[in-house]
């Protein structure tokens, strides 16, 4: 279980990160992170810390699918690992 605690920290950390990272290549117009990337890192976990990127860099928020993707995909996470918690206790 803190095996469990410590990935999804880290795995939430670096979708915050990977958000600011990609607002700031996109402010550069350099080479950017894929939206494919985005949404697989919250799809492995990250969604809350993607999507609290997303708000505090202000970064893919006209975008519908980000806008509305990963609010739906944190809430799904979290009915899974509460449905994954209540199965292992």
């Known amino acids: 279980m803190e095996i469990f605690i410590i990935y999804i920290a880290?795995?939430?950390?670096?979708?915050?990160?990977?958000?600011?990272?990609?607002k700031k290549r996109a402010i550069r117009g350099a080479w950017r992170i894929s939206e494919a990337t985005l949404f697989l890192t919250a799809f492995l976990g990250g969604a809350l810390g993607c999507t609290l990127g997303m708000q505090h860099f202000r970064h893919k928020t006209k975008h519908w699918y980000f806008k509305y993707g990963m609010p739906i995909i944190f809430i799904a996470e979290t009915f899974l690992f509460l449905f994954l918690y209540h199965m292992m206790s």
Not at 10 to 22: H, Q, S
């Open 10 to 22: 880290a795995i939430n950390i670096a979708g915050f990160v990977v958000m600011g990272v990609d």
